[in-house]
Nanobody, 123 residues
Framework: QVQVVQSGGGLVQPGGSLRLSCAAS????????MGWFRQAPGKEREVVGA????????YYQDSVKGRFTISRDNAKHTVYLQMNSLKPEDPAVYYC????????????????WGQGTQVTVSS
């Protein structure tokens, strides 16, 4: 059973930066694609981006391209979401998720989820 534990998040001013971390245990981390998702109050969950098992392939939602970067360190069993130039529309609960095989932007295809972490952007 894979367990996914998130850390990071918090309050940041518009234009600021935050880094979220997501550590996985209980499985062969390098065999899992990892995705980041977010859900704001009253809105559906949406994909933020994803990264392939080797880290060479990434996907980003258009609204975060050029601002957010997903990376992974397979030796540390950890994936990161670096968020720069945060905007008022970015606040949400952010989740990371894991699935075997190729990454996808469909959250329903991920098997293991982190507990979620709140990101707040406010001056």
């Amino acid at each position: 059973q894979v367990q996914v534990v998130q850390s990071g998040g918090g309050l940041v001013q518009p234009g600021g930066s935050l880094r979220l971390s997501c550590a996985a245990s209980g499985g062969t981390f390098s065999g899992y694609a990892m995705g980041w998702f977010r859900q704001a109050p009253g809105k559906e969950r949406e994909v933020v981006g994803a990264i392939g098992w080797a880290g060479g392939s990434t996907y980003y939602q258009d609204s975060v391209k050029g601002r957010f970067t997903i990376s992974r360190d397979n030796a540390k069993h950890t994936v990161y979401l670096q968020m720069n130039s945060l905007k008022p529309e970015d606040p949400a609960v952010y989740y990371c998720a894991a699935r075997r095989g190729l990454f996808t932007d469909n959250g329903d295809e991920y098997d293991y989820w982190g507990q979620g972490t709140q990101v707040t952007v406010s001056s």
